[in-house]
T-cell receptor, first 111, second 112 residues
Framework: GIQVEQSPPDLILQEGANSTLRCNFSDSVNNLQWFHQNPWGQLINLFYIPSGTKQNGRLSATTVATERYSLLYISSSQTTDSGVYFCAASFPGGGADGLTFGKGTHLIIQP | ETGVTQTPRHLVMGMTNKKSLKCEQHLGHNAMYWYKQSAKKPLELMFV???????ENNSVPSRFSPECPNSSHLFLHLHTLQPEDSALYLC???????????FGDGTRLSIL
C-alpha cells in the first residue's frame, strides 16, 4: 500500500543547532506537505511542496519527486521549534484526495 | 488563525450519548476533510467532501456519520462510541482536492 516514512523518529538537539528531517514516499505524489504539531495539538502548515525547493525564514524544504523523498531543514534551532513534524502526501490514482501521514519526527530543542 | 474553526475544543461523552462535532471554514474552499489522531498513531483520514459530495470514506465505522450541508460547514455526528474512539479529531479544508490543506485546532474527544 501507499506509505509515507519519516526519519529519524526522535531528535534531541541543543538550541542553535541545525537539523534535517527526511520523508520517503512509496509512489509519485500530487500533494506533499510538511506540518509542525505543537504541544497543544495544533497542526501548523509549514510547506506545500510536491516538488522543488522553498524557504521560509529558518526553515526550508526540498522535494525530489523522481527519487521519492522530501527533506525539511531547520537552521539555528530555537526551543519553540520543539514538537512533532509530520510529512503527508496524496497520491494520484489512489482513490483518495486526503493526505496519508507519516508517523512524525519528535523534535526536542534544549536550551 | 488558520481560517478553519472547530467546536467544541473538548468533549467528554458516555458511550450511549449522541453528539456532533462542527467545522467551519472562512477560506472559500471547496474540499473538506475529517482526520483522526489517536495516541501513538499517525493521523488517519476518515472522510473527504468535494463540493459537498462525499468522495472518500476510509472504512470508518457507521457510528461516525459525516454531514456537509454546504462548502463552508462540515459536521461529524457521533453515536454509541467506544472507548477506543477517544482521540483528537481534526478538520481540514483545501481550495480543491490536492491543493494545500489547512487544519483546524481539533476537538479532543474522551469517551467514558
Amino acid at each position: 500500500g501507499i506509505q509515507v516514512e519519516q526519519s529519524p523518529p526522535d531528535l534531541i538537539l541543543q538550541e542553535g543547532a541545525n537539523s534535517t528531517l527526511r520523508c520517503n514516499f512509496s509512489d509519485s505524489v500530487n500533494n506533499l506537505q510538511w506540518f509542525h504539531q505543537n504541544p497543544w495539538g495544533q497542526l501548523i502548515n509549514l510547506f506545500y511542496i510536491p516538488s522543488g525547493t522553498k524557504q521560509n525564514g529558518r526553515l526550508s524544504a526540498t522535494t525530489v519527486a523522481t527519487e521519492r523523498y522530501s527533506l525539511l531543514y531547520i537552521s539555528s534551532s530555537q526551543t519553540t521549534d520543539s514538537g512533532v513534524y509530520f510529512c503527508a502526501a496524496s497520491f494520484p490514482g489512489g482513490g483518495a484526495d486526503g493526505l496519508t501521514f507519516g508517523k512524525g519526527t519528535h523534535l526536542i530543542i534544549q536550551p | 488563525e488558520t481560517g478553519v474553526t472547530q467546536t467544541p475544543r473538548h468533549l467528554v461523552m458516555g458511550m450511549t450519548n449522541k453528539k456532533s462535532l462542527k467545522c467551519e471554514q472562512h477560506l472559500g474552499h471547496n474540499a473538506m476533510y475529517w482526520y483522526k489522531q489517536s495516541a501513538k498513531k499517525p493521523l488517519e483520514l476518515m472522510f473527504v467532501y468535494n463540493f459537498k459530495e462525499q468522495t472518500e470514506n476510509n472504512s470508518v465505522p457507521s457510528r461516525f456519520s459525516p454531514e456537509c450541508p454546504n462548502s463552508s460547514h462540515l459536521f461529524l455526528h457521533l453515536h454509541t462510541l467506544q472507548p477506543e474512539d477517544s482521540a483528537l479529531y481534526l478538520c481540514a479544508s483545501s481550495l480543491i482536492a490536492n491543493q494545500p490543506q489547512h487544519f483546524g485546532d481539533g476537538t479532543r474527544l474522551s469517551i467514558l
